[in-house]
């Protein structure tokens, strides 16, 4: 047992933790003071290049959430093996963990091929993916601020096909789906914050994403959230040097052989 089993199925957290932990680690970056000397981008940047204000992009992050959570609330509903007592048998630690590696990996070549694509069509890229691209300077309650469409078919497809594949239980889904986020959020917050464990240990990362969202660095870098692996293998990865600027905080620089 779980300490939210008083309080909530295993179904209902995995449709609606992962939404309040998202509001919640976004909206500490959100809270957090000016912060310059940790900023990949200065304050002047963000309210220069980026193209749609903070109202729409929190509406648009509610939109897409209304879907995944009727989405995931039928994936767990089709696939619970809980028996007639409403009981569920949960695999084991070591194989949970199994599971969610399993799953990351999953996500991380759906999102790629797909999120790789977007922006080679230029018909889907105009008319789609360049609503992400409108925040040309990200910020943490914007990571999942997408065109409904892409929103369906690269998170949520995607987090469906991921929690299909690794076999995995609500429960463990509500694990695997909250990290998720936390990740995807911090790889969208603008900040190198000391001693970040996300920093430590992914290479794909706040900066690294950070490359991709500057113009010249849209062709690059299109792995997400977790791993590169994708982008080293297929050519399509940009090494940066991460440089402190006179005036405070760090810059992502794009490294071209």
């Keep these: 047992m779980v300490f939210w089993e008083v309080y ?5 957290m995995g449709t ?15 809270m957090l003071p000016p912060m310059d000397k940790y900023r990949l ?56 963990i199994v599971q ?18 977007m922006h080679q069509n230029k018909f889907l890229y105009r008319h789609i993916h360049s609503q992400h691209h409108r925040l040309v300077v990200p910020y943490a309650i914007g990571a999942l601020y997408n065109h409904p469409l892409e929103g369906l078919l ?3 497809v995607g987090g469906a096909i991921s929690f299909l594949v690794s076999g995995m239980t609500a429960r463990t889904g509500v694990i695997f789906f909250c990290f998720a986020v936390v990740k995807t959020v911090d790889d969208h917050c603008g900040l190198w914050l000391p001693g970040n464990l996300f920093h430590i240990f992914f290479q794909n990362n706040t900066a690294y994403h950070d490359i991709h969202h500057q113009l010249q660095g849209t062709k690059y870098n299109y ?9 080293k293998l297929l ?19 794009l490294v071209k052989d």
């Design 41 to 96: 981008h200065t304050r002047k940047e963000e309210e220069e290049k980026n193209l749609v204000p903070l109202a729409k992009v929190v509406k648009g992050v509610l939109l897409q959430q209304l879907v995944q959570a009727v989405v995931a609330h039928a994936l767990f509903w089709l696939t619970s093996t809980a028996d007639a007592s409403g009981i569920t048998i949960q695999p084991s630690v070591p194989i949970q």
């Design 8 to 12: 909530a199925s295993d179904e209902a």
């Design 16 to 30: 609606f933790a992962p939404i309040v932990v998202y509001w919640l680690y976004a909206g500490f970056y959100q």
């Design 235 to 253: 050519g399509t990865h940009m090494p940066y040097d991460l440089v402190k600027r006179a005036e405070g905080g760090f810059e992502a620089r």
């Design 223 to 231: 792995s997400q959230p977790f791993f590169s692996i994708w982008d």
């Design 100 to 117: 969610i590696i399993i799953a990351m990996f999953v996500m991380d070549t759906w999102q790629y091929f797909v999120h790789r694509y």
């Design 154 to 156: 690269l998170d949520t």
